[in-house]
């Protein structure tokens, strides 16, 4: 329950991190755009559980597919597209937290 909650604080203060160190004239913009990316996680619609807090999204579910992330990571290039970049790598960085959690890494 814990890691759920930290878990969800993470996916929203991450994003209002970033948003306020590189986005300040702009950064409430910025942050919804950012929050907005959680919809990434409509994929866990169609998995059975939809969910496991014992799963890695990383690599199961396909909007968390390494490909997706490559696609996500280019998205970066180019300026109109450039925060719903952002927003769904910063997604993929705390959900593959939890994977490294759950294979007994320490959370960095």
Do not use: N
């Given at each position: 329950m814990?890691?759920?909650?930290?878990?969800?604080?993470?996916?929203t203060l991450v994003p209002l991190a970033v948003?306020?160190?590189?986005?300040?004239?702009?950064?409430?913009?910025?942050w919804l755009i950012m929050l907005l990316t959680m919809l990434v996680d409509l994929d866990h619609l169609v998995a059975e559980p939809i969910f496991d807090p014992g799963r890695c999204s990383i690599g199961f579910h396909f909007l968390h597919s390494y490909s997706a992330i490559g696609a996500?990571?280019?998205?970066?290039l180019w300026?109109?597209?450039?925060?719903?970049?952002l927003g769904l790598l910063i997604h993929m960085l705390v959900d593959a937290s939890d994977c490294w959690r759950m294979a007994g890494f320490p959370l960095l």
């Open positions: 814990l890691s759920t909650a930290l878990h969800l604080a993470l996916h948003a306020l160190l590189f986005f300040r004239s702009q950064w409430k913009k910025a996500y990571l280019l998205m970066t300026q109109p597209l450039r925060l719903v970049g």
